[in-house]
């Protein structure tokens, strides 16, 4: 598969830095795909000199499974990175369920030249509960059959300087990366999922100044990590 046809099977989030030196830099991509969170990993050799035992060992959350591509080892690629060349390698990450604070950690570490001993860096990337939140595309009856099965709920009032429901439906879709159903007179409601699975359905209506946000999911853990997180991007 040529490079290009590989790009557009993905949604490319942003690109960030993720350790570097003088010789080698480490950056990563962050993928939403429908059922999966894939970090696309480069590695750049800045040296006109080759790298040897190029190895990158990954530490994923215990709440995720991690399936990574051309890997020596569950979590670990070994390379050989030639003078002034760069390597790409991809992580799917992937899993039902979550935790409040995410963190993937990671190691790279490469030998120099004629040297033995190996020089290490130590990194790490937070996930966030929009990296693993899907938009579920339905209806407002779908919305409706789904919210009687949704057993797991929290309710939350948050002090909002969103001034109406259309400045909310925004922020849901572009910062907790789910569906905005419908604007039904003072109330909204949107939807999505966790990783395809879980389901999480949002009820809100906007109050003086004050967000009433109902949470319904059916899974008391998404329920919970929505209820933490909601108010950092809905204030």
């Not at 950690?105 to 899907?134: C, H, M, N, V, W």
């Not at 109050?207 to 990590?225: D, Q």
Request: glycine share 4%; proline share 4%; net charge positive.
């Amino acid at each position: 598969m040529c490079v290009l046809t590989w790009l557009f099977n993905f949604i490319f989030v942003f690109l960030q830095d993720v350790c570097a030196d003088l010789a080698v830099r480490a950056t990563a991509h962050r993928v939403w795909q429908p059922d999966a969170l894939v970090f696309v990993f480069y590695l750049f050799n800045q040296r006109s000199s080759a790298l040897n035992d190029v190895t990158t060992q990954l530490e994923p959350p215990s709440c995720l499974q991690a399936q990574l591509t051309n890997a020596s080892s569950p979590c670990i690629w070994k390379d050989q990175l030639e003078a002034s060349s760069m390597i790409r390698h991809t992580v799917s990450l992937t899993g039902k369920t979550l935790a409040k604070t995410m963190l993937m950690r990671g190691e790279l570490s490469y030998r120099e030249g004629s040297s033995l001993a190996p020089k290490r860096q130590f990194f790490s990337i937070t996930i966030q509960l929009p990296d693993l939140l899907r938009p579920l595309l339905v209806n407002t009856q779908d919305f409706g059959a789904r919210w009687g099965s949704a057993t797991q709920e929290h309710k939350l009032k948050i002090t909002t300087s969103m001034s109406n429901l259309g400045n909310y439906m925004e922020r849901v879709k572009s910062k907790l990366n789910v569906h905005p159903v419908e604007i039904i007179g003072q109330e909204a409601i949107a939807a999505g999922t966790l990783l395809g699975g879980p389901v999480c359905l949002l009820h809100a209506k906007l109050v003086s100044g004050t967000l009433e946000l109902w949470v319904k999911t059916t899974s008391s853990l998404l329920a919970e990590c929505v209820s933490h997180f909601a108010p950092t991007v809905l204030h």
